[in-house]
């Protein structure tokens, strides 16, 4: 199995280049909002359980979404691998995520960063607010603090799967192409070593 977490601030592109990379690698996207909200519908004890604390307004323990995480992996025996993306978001959850997937004789093979610039990602964020209906990606000023959010609390996880070698950084600034010939060449040199 071959595991990959995408990281990226808002506006780096992470949505698309997720699609690309799942595409092209035939890889099941993880998301742990995603996989929530499907445990919550189906009913299951780990989504009852979540969906109880989620209406109180308090956040869903790790546990549960590691619980979650291995449900799907369990449910996708003959995945090449998994794309995670929104997970960890902590070294705390990085770390259980570790311990989770040597359970299932796995890995995380690659971290992949992408890198773009905070005027640009303001830039493409206010521009997405445009059209996106989304009022977050419509203040600049809120704009601006998602992004600084993002790198105070993941800085901190790509340095923990930077001691084990497994962070490269991608330069997330040109045409989603190129991009994704970037991180499709990272992916492959990791695949052939």
Do not use: W
Not at 39 to 59: F, Q
Not at 99 to 125: C, G, M, P, T, W
């Amino acid at each position: 199995m071959f595991n990959i977490i995408l990281f990226g601030p808002p506006g780096s592109g992470k949505g698309t280049q997720s699609e690309k990379l799942i595409s092209a690698y035939g890889l099941k996207h993880l998301s742990t909002g995603d996989l929530l909200r499907s445990e919550r519908e189906a009913k299951t004890p780990l989504g009852l359980e979540a969906e109880s604390l989620m209406s109180r307004g308090i956040l869903v323990p790790d546990e549960i979404v590691i619980g979650i995480i291995s449900s799907a992996i369990d449910a996708n025996p003959a995945a090449k691998g998994f794309l995670f993306d929104g997970f960890p978001r902590t070294v705390a959850q990085a770390e259980a995520l570790d311990k989770l997937l040597k359970l299932k004789n796995s890995e995380i093979a690659i971290v992949l960063a992408l890198q773009v610039n905070d005027e640009e990602l303001v830039r493409r964020l206010l521009k997405r607010g445009l059209t996106s209906g989304r009022s977050d990606d419509g203040d600049e000023n809120v704009v601006r603090n998602r992004v600084a959010e993002y790198y105070k609390k993941t800085a901190i996880v790509a340095s923990y799967y930077d001691r084990f070698e497994k962070v490269v950084n991608i330069n997330g600034e040109g045409t989603e192409s190129e991009v994704f010939e970037l991180l499709a060449h990272a992916i492959d040199k990791k695949m052939k070593a």
